[in-house]
Every structure is written in C-alpha cells, then in structure tokens.
Nanobody
Framework: QVHLVESGGGLVQPGGSLRLSCAAS????????MGWYRQAPGKQRELVAL???????TYAESVKGRFTFSRDNARNTVHLQMDGLKAEDTAVYYC?????????WGQGTQVTVSA
C-alpha cells in the first residue's frame, strides 16, 4: 500500500508564496504519475500539475507562470512552488501517485489565500 505524506499548506496573503511537498512510500513498483490536484468548496477536483516518470509536466492553464512543479524520482517526492497566489487558488490540495498496482491520493492540505 502506498502511503503519501503531504506538507506545506497554510494561510497566505494574496501575492504570497507557499511550497507544498509530498513524499510517497510503500510502493514495490516504479511510480509513474505524480502530481497535485485541488478542490475548492463547491467545485470539482481539478488538475494543478502532473508529471510522468520521464519528467514531462502538465499544468493547469490557471497556474502556468505562477506555480512550479518539481519531482525527485530517487526519493519519490514532489514539490509545488506556488508564487503569486490569488484568492481563487484557495482549495484543499491533494497529492496523487500512480504505479502499476493502483492510483493513490493523499489526505489533502489546505491552502487559503486571504488578506
């Protein structure tokens, strides 16, 4: 069973920055997809940034140029550097990981952007 540990959420003012981290453990197989999704109140969960093992990253249009995704395959960790945060970025952010056996989600970390 894959276990995901997320960290880095919190409260920040508009224009501020936060860095989210997610560490995956427990997989006996190579991890393929790793990334971040978010879900705002009353809305569906949506992709923020997602990478395959080769390093290709897909970003949501709404975060391009503001968020930077990075991945360390040796440590099975991913980070999401979020700069220029806006009120509309407020959501619970979830880490997602896949391997050949399954699709795994973290518990989520709250990001609140408010003055």
């Amino acid at each position: 069973q894959v276990h995901l540990v997320e960290s880095g959420g919190g409260l920040v003012q508009p224009g501020g920055s936060l860095r989210l981290s997610c560490a995956a453990s427990g997989s006996s197989y190579s991890i393929n997809l790793m990334g971040w999704y978010r879900q705002a109140p009353g809305k569906q969960r949506e992709l923020v940034a997602l990478s395959n093992r080769g390093g290709s990253v897909t970003y949501a249009e709404s975060v391009k140029g503001r968020f930077t995704f990075s991945r360390d395959n040796a440590r099975n960790t991913v980070h999401l550097q979020m700069d220029g945060l806006k009120a509309e970025d407020t959501a619970v952010y979830y880490c997602r990981v896949t391997d050949i056996r399954g699709d795994y989600w973290g518990q989520g970390t709250q990001v609140t952007v408010s003055a």
